[in-house]
């Protein structure tokens, strides 16, 4: 079981996607089991053995999954038991659309593995992936490994590296920069390899200050405990949300905690405008907040960054265009633009995130880090009191991440309210000051920052009470 | 954007540095092709008649006849912007026509009003049905081209007094200092708003941002349907204005007035670069495609082509310029 | 408990009731909608017969496979706007050399003039997948090139058709109320969209509409599907140019203008979406027969042609836009 690591724009994808033949390699030698071997084309791929699973599962949506399958020759019995081996049920007569996205992963990979592969390839497989379905994805893993047969496992996600895999090669700048058993030296010695040994030092350095400062929450807030909320949430009824209340006050960063599909996506739709609430209140500022589109929740000051930068972004505009976008979403703000002044608000912003701009007049052609910071540069530049971040990390590298981190606190400091959601859950004692969590679209506890390990977290994730020490 | 000489990278052949510097500078392509096409249509006419066409007189025909389609262009690139696209640019024209000669004896003023008033008011219901009722605009303006055609055909068999405004007759033909059509000082301040709107202006962020990503627009707090009214609205009153130009150059206003530009208002757009898809693209690259498809026309015709080789090979140039085009923004 | 929602979901009692209805609601719709108005058509004239279905079927045969060849079009994520100009040209050569031919002869040159129409779909489709221009514009392009080519055969409407030729779209089979051409769409349909739509290309047909990128990375070759989608699709529009010959007894190189958008809007009104990888092309043909029945009503009432139109219009943007809204409204759920 063999993990590939790297940053972002490390070359992890586009390395697959020549393995997988959906790119033909510039140059270089494939060989595999001794024999060299020039992949052309996925179909190709599978005749040689290699099996991916992407990201975004190669699944038509509107055919039924039994078409799906007959569409790429997979046996539709093989692909059944091996979804019975991981105690998943799909329905075959089921438009592929309809079927959730965990299960769909699930799918992909059932039938990746009934083709039976020389190798397995898992690109970011556990991402989005609730921690059940994951460690029923480790389990199929090792078995494959005990069978003889190999994984790759390019994930994100350090911990998984070094519960999970024999050894580990991390990217950087499109080479390869070293191979390492990832159980001697754990996540210092890989994070060293992908930022390159200096740069690691420094950003440890970095980290080891900002995690000290984050470790004292409201620190140099003072005001933030007796402030007036900036949101207060009573009892909100809107899709799987059954019943939340809870108050957001300014300079907080308030965590949200919850497995897939307990109610965030509803809460946080809700609270940014999209959808409208079937029962409950939102009051910002203590005045009502009576949604019906974004713009108004935008315009109470609330604001969203969503898990998905696709969702966020302009992808042929420039990074300023983007950046710039919801000044002139009314149209009052329709007419002639204040250059110089949209440059001043643009600039502030890309300093601020350290966002690399050079030489791309797309953003499309940035980063993932980058473009994510760009979805967030947008609301610096607009000026917002409420911060929605519903997983911002998902997919970044590490410098990144600790870059959003900083900067998230920096923004409490500075007096917004942050409401954090994440599938990562060593994220939260970084940044928050004290995390909920959500259940089955109820409130199911609350943590303050120093109390929010993963077992305290997992535990009420799941709706069970707190174990008495 | 500055059209610096290309710098060849080692180990690239000159095709890729053509390539590259095409890609980056699409206008010089199209001013190449425009002047090229100049060039053999003179150097044909001179062969079939004697006369040069880079004659100062052609090249203000030109430019006279290309202000309509030009017209209906801007509409067309407008909405095209947005990811849409409006098929009934020609019909709205045509009634701009008939509404500017049907109430000329009110006076030109008011003709002239209510005929961009009628052509705002077209647009405006197909931006209803494609914002509003998220009716896909293809079959939105195709349906209401064929009721505006109705409607029209109906209008025009009443007997109704039809005089063409003195003043409407002298934009749409005539021309100032001898070589200058009046037609430019309607279509000249109407490019350069849009040109200047689409650049400086946060409506025209928005078209750019509405037809790259709708989505992310609605995150971001943007009321798209709002855009799209306005865009399609817009697309209406100028096909009004390009109707106007043709009923003065015509001195009558008949059914077909405009119906041989709708196909071409959609080729001048992407021959120009803007993307059919939405969210890239400008009005700039729109009029060199619109004079370039003006001077085929007038080559196909000294060539005295049959009306269907002029239709075999308009098809197929625009299919080779529109290839050349997707050439040199590969890999972009 | 995502796994047990997938479950839980199976166990919900109708839902796949629910889920047929979903899928073939609008279709359903539609044959409602002709059999309304077929119906109320009935009660127009002062006799209504077997003459009346005939001349419907007549009327409606090119239509019907002209919105079959862009349906399989649509379905595949792209469209096609040389449909109507590639029927006017298959139209216009057949009835030139027909002539003077005999039935058989005329039956052969059918089938040849059928392949060679899916080979000038195929050449669009290899257009377009090679040069990377939208479809939009190289059917637009070849619009012009099939219509000037028409043009160029026959200048002026001419040309022929054996009579037994003739009577295969206008003849009748077993019964007055069985129009042959009827029979003939039926076979059509039933023997070559039927079996391909469950066959491999058939899905590949639908996955390349539905996510291409999707379809790419199961292994589907995209550009080979395209081109079958606008081989197939050219092969449709020949069918229907033989269609027009048969109905029309003539060849006409301005014939098939009208089918150049109305197949589109056929497409739609029977249901298919126009982004591809939904419906079939059942709904299309019910919808072409629709627009058929509806424009022969006008007329038996006395409309003006132009009110005709304008009706029709209507008519179609009326459709869509409670179709746009009923797809809004089922999403919001």
């Not at chain 2, 209401?144 to 409607?151: D, E, Q, R």
């Not at chain 2, 934009?171 to 309607?186: K, N, Q």
């Not at chain 3, 029709?312 to 836009?321: A, D, H, N, S």
């Amino acid at each position: 079981m063999h993990a590939l690591l790297g940053a972002n724009g490390a070359g992890k994808s586009t390395l697959v996607k020549v393995l997988t033949g959906v790119i033909r390699a510039d140059g270089g030698r494939l060989v595999l089991n001794g024999e060299d071997v020039r992949i052309s084309s996925p179909s190709q791929a599978a005749r040689v053995g290699l099996a991916p699973v992407f990201q975004d599962p190669a699944l038509v949506p509107d055919l039924t999954v039994a078409q799906n399958l007959r569409l790429t020759g997979a046996p539709l019995e093989g692909v059944r038991s091996r979804l019975r081996e991981m105690d998943v049920e799909v329905d075959f007569s089921e438009q592929a659309g309809d079927v959730p996205l965990p299960v769909l992963r699930m799918l992909d990979l059932a039938r990746a593995l009934a083709r039976d592969p020389q190798l397995l390839l898992l690109d970011e497989i556990t991402a989005a992936l609730p921690s059940d379905l994951a460690e029923r994805v480790f389990a199929v893993m090792r078995k494959w490994r005990e069978r003889g047969r190999s994984v790759l496992f390019i994930t994100h996600r350090l911990a998984e590296v070094i519960a999970v895999c024999d050894r580990a090669t991390v990217l950087r700048d499109g080479s390869d920069v070293g191979t390492l058993v990832p159980q001697h030296g754990g996540e210092r010695r890989i994070v060293e390899y992908m930022l390159g040994a200096e740069v690691a030092t420094a950003a440890a350095k970095a980290s080891e200050l900002d995690e000290a400062r984050v470790r004292l929450p409201g620190d140099g807030n003072a005001a933030g405990a007796a402030a007036e909320p900036t949101l207060e949430v009573e009892g909100v009824r809107a899709g799987t949300v059954e019943s939340v209340s809870f108050s957001l006050r300014p300079g907080e960063v308030l965590g949200l905690a919850a497995l897939e599909g307990q109610g965030q996506d509803d809460l946080f739709a809700t609270l940014a405008g999209e959808r409208r609430p079937e029962g409950g209140d939102v009051l910002v500022g203590g005045r009502p907040l009576r949604a019906r589109h974004p713009y108004d929740a935008i315009r109470a000051g609330v604001v969203l960054v969503p898990a998905d930068r696709l969702l966020a972004l302009l992808p042929q505009r420039s990074v300023r265009e983007n950046i710039a976008a919801p000044r002139y979403n009314s149209p009052l703000r329709w007419g002639p633009i204040n250059l110089s002044f949209e440059r001043r608000r643009v600039k502030e912003a890309i300093d601020a995130l350290q966002i690399d701009t050079r030489a791309y007049r797309q953003v499309r052609r940035l980063s993932g880090g980058n473009q994510q910071k760009v979805t967030i540069a947008r609301w610096l530049a607009s000026g917002f009191r409420t911060l929605l971040c519903f997983d911002p990390t998902r997919g970044i590298d590490v410098g990144t991440k600790q870059q959003i981190y900083s900067l998230l606190r920096r923004l409490a400091d500075g007096g917004a309210a942050i409401l954090f959601f994440s599938s990562e859950l060593t994220e939260f004692p970084l940044v928050c000051d004290r995390v909920v969590t959500l259940y089955g679209g109820r409130i199911t506890g609350e943590l303050p920052a120093a109390a929010a390990d993963e077992a305290s977290l997992l535990r009420a994730m799941h709706g069970l009470a707190e174990e008495v020490a | 954007m500055s059209a610096a000489a290309p710098e060849v990278a080692r180990g690239e052949s000159r095709l890729e540095t053509a390539r590259r510097f095409l890609a980056e500078n699409p206008a010089i392509a199209l001013i190449f092709v425009f002047v090229g096409l100049f060039v053999v249509t003179d150097i044909v006419n001179r062969a079939q008649s004697g006369h040069a066409f880079l004659a100062p007189t052609q090249v203000s025909t030109t430019f006279l006849y290309a202000a309509p389609l030009a017209l209906l262009a801007a509409g067309q690139t407008l909405v095209m912007l947005t990811g849409g696209v409006d098929l009934s640019v020609a019909t709205t024209a045509t009634a701009g026509a008939f509404v500017a000669s049907g109430t000329g004896r009110h006076g030109a003023a008011a003709a002239i009003l209510l005929a961009i008033a009628i052509g705002f008011g077209i647009g405006l219901v197909n931006g209803i049905g494609v914002a509003i009722f998220r009716v896909n605009p293809l079959i939105m303006t195709l349906g209401l081209s064929s009721v505006t055609l109705g409607a029209l055909t109906i209008y025009s068999q009443r007997r109704f007094v039809a005089l063409v405004p003195n003043i409407v007759n002298t934009f749409g033909s005539g021309r100032f200092l001898t070589y200058i059509p009046y037609d430019l000082l309607i279509w000249g301040p109407i490019a350069a708003l849009i040109i200047l709107g689409l650049r400086y202006s946060g409506f025209g962020r928005m078209i750019y941002a509405v037809g790259d990503n709708p989505v992310a627009c609605r995150l971001a707090g943007v009321r798209v349907w709002q855009v799209l009214l306005l865009v399609y609205a817009l697309c209406g009153a100028f096909s009004a204005v390009a109707g106007i130009l043709l009923v003065g150059f015509n001195d009558a206003a008949d059914l077909g007035i405009a119906a041989p530009f709708l196909l071409p208002s959609v080729a001048a757009v992407v021959i120009g670069g803007t993307s059919i898809l939405g969210g890239s693209g400008g009005y700039g690259g729109t009029i060199l495609g619109a004079l370039i498809l003006t001077v085929l026309d007038s080559l196909l015709t000294i060539l005295n082509a049959s009306a269907a080789i002029k239709q075999m090979l308009y098809g197929a140039i625009i299919l080779a310029l529109a290839w050349l085009y997707a050439w040199t923004s590969r890999g972009e | 408990m995502t796994t047990a929602a997938a479950t839980a979901d199976r166990r919900r009692p109708g839902i796949h009731a629910a889920r047929l209805g979903r899928r073939h609601g609008w279709t359903l719709g539609t044959y409602v909608l002709l059999l309304g108005l077929v119906l109320y058509w009935r009660t127009v004239p002062p006799v209504w017969g077997s003459f009346d279905v005939q001349s419907l079927a007549i009327d409606a045969l090119p239509f019907a496979f002209a919105a079959m060849a862009q349906a399989v079009v649509i379905i595949s994520g792209g469209i096609d706007l040389s449909v109507g100009s590639l029927m006017s040209l298959v139209n216009v050569i057949s009835a030139k050399y027909m002539a003077t031919m005999s039935f058989r002869d005329a039956l052969l040159f059918a089938g040849a003039l059928a392949l060679g129409a899916a080979l000038a779909g195929a050449s669009t489709g290899s257009l377009i997948t090679i040069s990377r221009v939208p479809d939009i514009v190289v059917t637009l392009a070849m619009l012009f090139v099939w219509a000037g080519l028409a043009l160029q055969i026959q200048p002026i409407p001419g040309g022929g058709a054996p009579l037994k030729y003739v009577q295969l779209a206008t003849g009748q089979w077993f019964s007055p109320w069985i129009p042959s051409g009827l029979v003939i769409l039926l076979c059509a349909f039933v023997l070559i969209w039927l079996p391909l739509r469950r066959a491999r290309s058939g899905l590949a047909l639908y996955s390349i509409g539905s996510n291409r990128n999707a379809a790419y990375l199961s292994g589907v070759s995209v550009t080979r599907t395209r081109i079958f989608a606008y081989s197939l699709g050219g092969f449709f529009a020949g069918l229907a140019g033989l269609a027009l010959t048969a109905t029309s007894g003539i060849g006409d190189p301005l014939s098939g203008q009208y089918y150049t958008l109305n197949s589109v809007a056929a497409v739609v009104l029977g249901g298919v979406a126009l982004v591809g990888g939904k419906g079939g092309l059942i709904g299309p043909i019910a919808a072409a027969f629709v627009l058929t029945v509806v424009k022969t009503i006008l007329i038996l009432k006395g409309v003006d042609q132009n009110w005709a139109q304008v009706i029709q219009g209507t008519l179609i943007i009326v459709v869509v836009m409670i179709g746009g809204l009923a797809i809004r409204e089922r999403r919001r759920t």
